[in-house]
């Protein structure tokens, strides 16, 4: 069966503040969406500007998050997953391919921008039987979300946890760290983490639009780097190839020979 859509009382307040770009409504305008305002459009164009290459690496992402919600569906058995930092919703969401897969599947989207709410009915469509649910709630506020999401999910299962692009907004390491470990010391074994996040010490010219976008007045993204990014898997264990581009994580095949880019991910499995 489904669950009804519902979204927490207190969201219904909050206001879409046009006058400051958003990372999520850029990230949709450079995914080729609509869901955004000139503010978001003048600071995405500034931002290809210095690094066209932006573009790119937003698609890549998309596709490595694609590509790791097959696996764990087709191969890894996977019929639950706690989607964090959801975004603004566009071709191919979690559910989408999820479902498209398994029609059981049950999703739950989290985050806490007003716009993503104001779209959230896109991410609730479901199929008959699997469910969806929104959960207006912020990453740094893990028990929250996994008090929450335990209405829609059995925790009790395998589940698989994404954090797409999420964690940047993070500032502190140690903090988002924290974060990561909260969230899977809840979830059984058998259970998977699936991270990418933007990479320092790749491309200086990203690391030089990135630090100009964290200088305007937006809501910094913090770049990390390849370690970094590959400590929030510790106590896990990584699937091959490991924590690489996400261009170079499973490939389709047949495809080009990728090119590296500066976002790394990777998929991990609690023992």
């Known amino acids: ?13 909050q206001k879409i503040d046009t006058s400051v770009p958003h990372s999520a409504r850029i990230w ?3 995914l080729g969406g609509k869901d955004n305002y000139p503010v978001d459009e003048e600071a995405g164009d500034a931002y290809t500007a210095v690094f066209p290459g932006i ?19 087709s191969e890894a058995g996977i019929r639950q997953f706690l989607d964090i930092g959801t975004g603004l919703p566009t071709a191919q969401n979690t559910h989408e391919v999820a479902q498209g897969l398994a029609p059981e599947t049950r999703i739950v ?28 709630a912020n990453v740094t506020d893990p028990d929250r979300i996994l008090a929450t999401a335990a209405e829609t999910l059995d925790f009790g299962r395998p589940t698989a946890l994404i954090l797409s692009n999420i964690l940047g907004h993070v500032a502190d390491y140690d903090q988002a760290r924290s974060i990561v470990t909260r969230l899977m010391n809840a979830l059984p074994s058998g259970s998977y983490l699936s991270i990418n996040d933007g990479s320092r010490g790749i491309d200086p010219i990203f690391e030089q639009a990135q630090d100009g976008y964290n200088n305007s007045g937006a809501v910094p993204y913090i770049l990390r780097t390849v370690d970094e990014i590959t400590t929030f898997f510790d106590g896990l264990e ?10 170079h994580w499973r490939p389709e095949p047949g495809s080009p020979t990728p090119e590296l880019i500066a976002e790394h991910g990777g998929l991990a499995r609690k023992a």
């Open 28 to 30: 949709n305008y450079w």
């Open 55 to 73: 573009v790119t690496i937003a698609r890549c992402s998309r596709a490595f998050l694609r590509r790791t919600i097959t696996y764990l569906v």
């Open 1 to 13: 069966m489904t669950d009804p859509v519902t979204t927490p009382e207190p969201a219904k307040h």
């Open 238 to 247: 990584l699937l091959e190839p490991g924590v690489v581009s996400v261009t």
């Open 109 to 136: 989207y989290v985050d806490n921008d007003p716009m993503i709410l104001a779209h959230a009915r896109a991410l609730l469509s479901s199929t008959h039987e699997g469910a969806t649910a929104y959960i207006d």
